[in-house]
């Protein structure tokens, strides 16, 4: 019994109210008392919105009431692009009640896949992830992002958000898969596919269909490059024949000068130089007088040079010999060679002879000097092929001063290395040992010399 009371009391109240609502047909009578009755000022931001009293639509904000009986009432707000909203507001006689509200804008949850999952994602620029893919809180509007993934076409997808309701949008990836098949010779040339290393001929694997260039580098040969169109489910083959790049030759011999031959043709003498010749093997051969033939293959690589110094072999020997005292005449299978000259600042001692460039076999070297004792000495030497032969010394007695003293005497010998010229002694050899060698040797006092009379021991050839 007292639910039906306030029922009937809330129904009396709201149907009051909605007489002093402007939405209504009937108005207030002028006689009736409004002591207890109050107003509305209703806004919201946005403005614009479907603004709702007791079930009934009565305009948009901003809205003003007129009055209404005192009491509480729900005031519902609704705007396209915005979640609905409801607002109880309390009005007191005489007063103008402010209610407001900030709509809150409707978003959707938007999730996206693929088939098969894992494409990547991409919108407005920037990279979302890999499907499954959640976007929560999308605002009302057009979308649109684009899904790749290696092996599939990629894919533009775009959607609207017209509501709060969850969208699903899932993705049928297409393959786009094709072959490249390569092949070269010669094989083992390195594989560059749109900048990235495959390793070497011969070749194959998978690639997505569309243009790729390939570039394959090989030492010795021109690189070579080609764009390739790969296609869904077929095979690309591409077969190179390289182009071999010229190589470079220098060849020397030690010694140098020899005449030089390639492949049977006169080049002139080494050292030689040519910048540019076709990859491959020659035969080089190089003679030169004294030295024996060479002959051997070389091998130009393409693109790289070849450098070679080869050393012929002697076919000829040599004497070494040392001859004592300077001044005398050696001779050489009867031709005259050289005149023993002195080692440094000695008397005795001569500087040693070689004797190049001497065929094989039997040599004979001649000393002589007509002042000597004796005047001349011959010795036979057996030279082998880039043999030196080294002869035991060959001394001479050679007196090449007189020496006269203040008691009258003269003696005829040779000067000594044994004092210098400053020195207050003076060391005289009057007379040669066995085979030139040693012999009486005298010190005299410098004191004591009146004169030292240097010879003239010089034999013409």
Not at 233 to 243: I, P, Q
Not at 379 to 400: E, N, S
């Amino acid at each position: 019994m007292m639910k039906r009371l306030i029922l009937s009391v809330v129904c009396s109240v709201c149907a009051a109210a909605l007489v002093f609502l402007p939405s209504c047909e009937k108005k207030a009578p002028e006689q009736q008392d409004l002591s207890d009755y109050g107003s509305m000022n209703i806004t919201s931001d946005p403005s614009g919105a479907q603004v709702s009293i007791l079930g009934k639509v009565v305009g948009a904000t901003p809205y003003a009431t007129r009055p209404v009986p005192s009491a509480m009432y729900i005031v519902k707000f609704a705007k396209d692009g915005y979640e609905p909203a409801w607002l109880p507001v309390t009005v007191t006689p005489g007063r103008q009640v402010e209610a407001h509200v900030s709509l809150v804008p409707e978003n959707a949850t938007v999730i996206i896949d693929s088939d098969p999952s894992g494409a990547h994602i991409q919108m407005n620029g920037k990279e979302i992830g890999d499907t499954p893919v959640v976007l929560p809180d999308l605002p009302l509007g057009s979308y649109s992002a684009t899904a790749q993934m290696t092996g599939y076409t990629r894919r533009d997808i775009s959607w609207k958000v017209q509501n709060g309701r969850p969208i699903l949008i899932n993705v049928p990836l297409m393959n786009n898969i094709g072959t490249i098949s390569l092949s070269s010779d010669p094989d083992a040339a390195e594989i560059e596919i749109d900048g990235r290393m495959y390793g070497n001929t011969p070749f194959k694997d998978f690639f997505e269909q569309g243009q790729h260039k390939i570039r394959l580098t090989k030492n010795g040969y021109k690189p070579y490059e080609k764009i390739v169109t790969v296609k869904r489910d077929e095979t690309t083959d591409v077969e190179v024949s390289m182009e071999m790049l010229p190589g470079s030759l220098e060849l020397d011999s030690e010694p140098t000068g020899a005449a030089l031959f390639i492949n049977g043709i006169d080049y002139g003498v080494t050292p030689y130089k040519r910048d540019s010749i076709e990859a491959g093997d020659y035969t080089v051969r190089m003679t030169k007088e004294g030295y024996d033939t060479l002959e051997q293959t070389v091998t130009v690589h393409p693109g790289e040079p070849m450098n070679r110094t080869f050393a012929l072999d002697p076919n000829t020997g040599s004497i070494i010999l040392s001859v004592n005292p300077p001044g005398m005449n050696v001779y050489l299978d009867g031709k005259f060679f050289c005149r023993t000259e002195p080692e440094g600042n000695s008397r005795d001692v001569s500087k040693s002879i070689t004797i190049r460039d001497l065929a094989a076999g039997e040599h004979t070297v001649t000393v002589s000097n007509k002042h000597a004792k004796p005047d001349v000495k011959s010795i036979t030497v057996t030279v082998g092929k880039g043999r030196a032969v080294q002869v035991p010394g060959i001394t001479f007695w050679l007196p090449d001063t007189t020496i006269v003293l203040k008691n009258g005497s003269k003696y005829t010998g040779r000067l000594t290395d044994k004092y210098s010229e400053d020195s207050k002694k003076v060391a005289f050899r009057h007379s040669a040992g066995k085979d030139g060698v040693g012999g009486i040797t005298n010190e005299y006092n410098r004191s004591d010399i009146k004169e030292i009379i240097p010879l003239n021991v010089i034999d013409g050839e």
